[in-house]
């Protein structure tokens, strides 16, 4: 691993993971589920695959970690929005609390405040993800060379 390969994974986790935040904004609109990508789990994302491989070697950017733990929270926030949306479940249950009479129910301000944690979540990590970029920046490409790596 060399300094160009770690900026480059720190760069594909940015808009892989403002996608997350435009989809969720596209399940607040109330756009049909076909129109919006299913969740993906956090250990199949570029980012979780290359921190469980190669990243979490950079012992000396504890940095690194928090972004890997506020990556994983990333997706969780968005898997919640998504089912709180589309879980059938949920339409079952108004249903039954209602005494079986179909009642609709505005979901909106529920699914708004879940929005504004994915995002907040989102820039913490972006902002997160710019400075451990400037600290490879920072470093030597010999440290790397010479075992840096731990």
Known sequence: ???VEIIKH???ARPEHV???KEGRKLV???PEDQIHKPQQCDACNFSRWYESEGHKLVNIPE???AQDLHQEI???YTSLYFT???RRTKARATIISGGVETPIDETPFRRKKQKILEAKTIKML???????RKVELLEEEVFENGWLV
């Open 1 to 3: 691993m060399n300094k």
């Open 29 to 31: 609109q109330g756009l």
């Open 10 to 12: 720190l760069h594909q």
């Open 85 to 87: 949306t589309f879980d």
């Open 75 to 77: 997706h969780i926030a």
């Open 127 to 133: 902002k997160l993800l710019i400075v451990i970029e």
């Open 19 to 21: 996608f997350w935040v």
């Open 64 to 66: 690194l970690k928090t």
